[in-house]
């Protein structure tokens, strides 16, 4: 090999090898007017326009690069069943009435006299109607979003009781939150009309954001079952409680398995710090450590820290068993729009079963 041209060929047909192997070849993608042929099939025969449906899942599979697998598709289609029955604005029983009171709880809360909150609801909208009269009448979450934007940017007191915030938190088909919207508005591939608000209540933008916020993070799950959880608790909300459950079995402490591992906004620990800070010495990790780690906690970087690891490794010894990765978030659903005891649990459950019977369907 002391030849100048062998050296040369030998360290081409390496940096070539190397190259092949840093690159992970693409598995081919179905072309889209297939993947729109699958979801026409998939979707139940009762909902109307099911060309238009598959055409707006199909473009924003394409558009944010994830796998339109028979497992994707129907999970979208599973979640988008269960908050809407495929209604774009779906109507909330009885939402007039819990939009007056979100009003007269928030004038009391600012020790706002009721008389001056009546007078302003009769002004005229820009409508024509009066606020009043168009409250009445407000049936979808759509609706009353437009409403409370025009009372916070018309009247002074829509702005002393609301500031700039709409208190409408989610839209669209499948219901997904209008802060994460406007959080993963990058890469939108339509023209905003108005708002990111205003594209949530639609079925393109509503579609769009409900499968970035159902499937545009990675998750090491076993079952799509943990990744509905996480619809609705938030992302890696089933492997910060099965992370909650160890700590908990380490300690000896109690802990709530909601899947929140710190208080947001707030640099006072909350108790699931506190339990691991509990574990210091076991850990061998210190309070900042500790803290600097749980604040990976909605990021797949949380299983790779030492804290994670430690956590699980000190759990196991003490319980001699694996222990699970994975575990259902123990949240009670509130909101003025529940009228009944739900939970996370029962939510995704609910998701599996209509996921199951679209899988059956793909097969």
């Known amino acids: 090999m002391n030849n100048p041209v062998s050296r040369l ?15 992970r070849p693409r598995e081919p993608q179905a072309p889209p007017a297939e993947v729109r042929a699958t979801l026409v099939r998939l979707l139940p025969a009762s909902v109307a326009d099911r060309h238009g449906w598959a055409a707006d899942i199909q473009a924003a599979f394409t558009a944010q690069g994830i796998a339109p697998s028979a497992s994707n598709l129907c999970a979208v289609l599973a979640v988008t ?17 819990i939009a007056r009171q979100e009003i007269q709880r928030r004038a009391g809360r600012l020790h706002v006299p009721a008389f001056l909150v009546n007078s302003a609801l009769k002004l005229d909208s820009p409508t024509g109607k009066t606020y009043e009269q168009r409250l009445a009448r407000v049936r979808t979450e759509k609706e009353l979003s437009a409403l409370f934007d025009d009372f916070i940017g018309m009247v002074p007191l829509g702005q002393q009781l609301f500031g700039t915030f709409n208190p409408v938190h989610t839209g669209g088909p499948m219901q997904v939150s209008i802060a994460f919207a406007e959080a993963h508005a990058k890469g939108y591939p339509y023209p905003v009309r108005g708002s990111i608000r205003q594209e949530v209540f639609t079925r393109r933008g509503g579609m769009y954001f409900g499968i970035a916020h159902l499937l545009g993070y990675p998750a090491d799950y076993s079952r799509p079952l943990y990744r509905f ?50 574990l210091q010495k076991q850990l061998d990790l210190s309070d900042s450590a500790i803290r600097r780690d749980l604040l990976k906690g909605d990021r797949l970087a949380f299983g790779e820290t030492r804290l994670y690891q430690r956590v699980f490794a000190l759990a196991e010894r003490i319980e001699r068993r694996k222990l699970p990765r994975e575990a259902m978030p123990g949240i009670d659903l509130k909101s003025p729009k529940i009228t009944r005891k739900l939970t996370t649990e029962w939510f995704a459950r609910r998701v599996d079963e209509r996921y199951q019977r679209c899988m059956t369907r793909a097969r």
Do not use: M
């Not at 069943?81 to 009435?97: F, H, I, R, W």
């Not at 890696?236 to 398995?257: C, D, H, K």
């Open 9 to 23: 060929v030998l360290l081409c047909t390496l940096l070539a090898l190397a190259a092949c192997g840093a690159q």
């Open 81 to 97: 069943e269960q908050e809407s029955t495929y209604q774009v604005d779906p109507p909330v029983p009885g939402l007039a009435k």
């Open 229 to 278: 959880a996480d619809f609705n608790a938030g992302w890696y909300a089933s492997r910060n409680a099965a992370f909650q459950q160890a700590v908990s079995l380490a300690s000896g402490i109690a802990l709530a398995l909601d899947g929140d591992l710190v208080i947001h906004g707030s640099s006072k620990a909350g108790a699931t710090e506190l339990a691991v800070r509990a």
